[in-house]
């Protein structure tokens, strides 16, 4: 581990608030996507199942990180 200085500090504070923004950003986008769908058909439960139908596909493009994820998480718990 390199030592802090001021200027790291700074870096990693800017670096921690530049994600926070960008999960920000990601939030909001889900957000419009889940009214856009609601919008788009008119109802609350079909923007619901469309929001279901996202999560499905997304989950299974990325079932392979999320399993290592709960391996790391389950591995932990057990030292």
């Given amino acids: 581990m390199k030592p802090s200085t001021y200027w790291s500090e700074r870096i990693d504070a800017s670096d921690a608030a ?3 923004q960008m999960l920000e950003i990601a939030r ?3 957000v419009a996507g889940i009214e ?3 919008q788009t058909s008119g109802s609350g439960l079909q923007a619901i199942e ?3 139908t996202a999560v499905s596909g997304w989950l299974a493009a990325h079932n392979a990180v999320l399993a290592a ?3 790391a998480i389950e591995t932990q718990g057990s030292a």
Avoid: D, I
């Fill in 28 to 30: 909001n986008m889900v």
């Fill in 18 to 20: 530049r994600r926070e």
């Fill in 36 to 38: 856009m769908a609601f």
């Fill in 50 to 52: 469309e929001v279901e």
């Fill in 69 to 71: 994820e709960v391996e």
